[in-house]
């Protein structure tokens, strides 16, 4: 079984501070995807990342994939309240099946 | 948002019943997946099809079936449900080509007494 682990799996932090989300595997993808869910919603897509060593920017937010394409991460700059949520990896087998991670539950403080 | 609609939205049931989640779409995406949600698990997938009368089993499809007989509806049956199938239940879609994004519904919270 292929398996995503996510670290940490609880951040809670204040609003301001810095923060990285780890996302590890054995096995190496063709791509991968970082999503973001609020409660009672479905995760929503942030971005894809599909070279290794690919790096991207979303405002605040940065994505890297890893050299070997089996890891992945994802920093926040200045973290704000509406970041708070569960954050989820999926790396992609295939060309339309992905694997999930286990998720990253963050809550950003007043 | 993409057109995906996820019937019915909350289920109490008992172990024993069958119950069937409707996952619907209006965007004609090819692919279609049922996960299932859980605490330190992520997100699991149990079944996913890739057309009409197309389906295969995910990592977890013990105790479920699909049928997928329309491109729009993607049903989700638990034949004799079990306390162990208590769970948020999403349904995705996603596009036909290399790296497309997965859209998901808004979920189905079962819950079996």
């Known amino acids: 079984t292929q398996l995503l682990e996510q670290s940490p799996q609880f951040l809670s932090i204040q609003e301001g501070e810095n923060l990285t989300v780890y996302c590890n595997s054995s096995?190496?993808?063709?791509?991968l995807q970082w999503y973001r869910q609020e409660p009672g919603e479905g995760p929503v897509l942030l971005v894809t990342v599909v070279t290794g060593g690919e790096v991207k920017k979303l405002k605040r937010l940065t994505f890297q994939f890893g050299d070997a394409r089996k890891d992945s991460s994802l920093h926040i700059t200045a973290a704000q309240t509406g970041d708070t949520g569960l954050y989820l990896c999926a790396g992609a087998m295939g060309t339309y099946k992905y694997i999930f991670g286990t998720g990253t539950r963050l809550k950003v403080l007043a | 948002d993409a057109g995906i609609t996820q019937s019915p939205r909350h289920k109490v049931t008992e172990t024993g019943t069958p119950v069937t989640l409707r996952c619907h779409q209006t965007e004609n995406h090819r692919y279609m997946y049922w996960y299932r949600q859980d605490p330190g698990h992520g997100l699991r997938l149990i079944h996913y099809s890739y057309g009409v009368k197309d389906t295969d089993k995910g990592e977890v499809s013990d105790g479920y079936s699909v049928s997928r007989s329309k491109t729009e509806d993607f049903l989700l049956t638990l034949e004799s449900a079990t306390s162990s199938q208590t769970s948020v239940y999403f349904c995705a879609i996603s596009e036909l080509g290399k790296d497309q994004p997965q859209h998901f519904g808004d979920g189905t919270r079962l819950s079996i007494l």
């Open positions: 096995s190496v993808f063709s791509s």
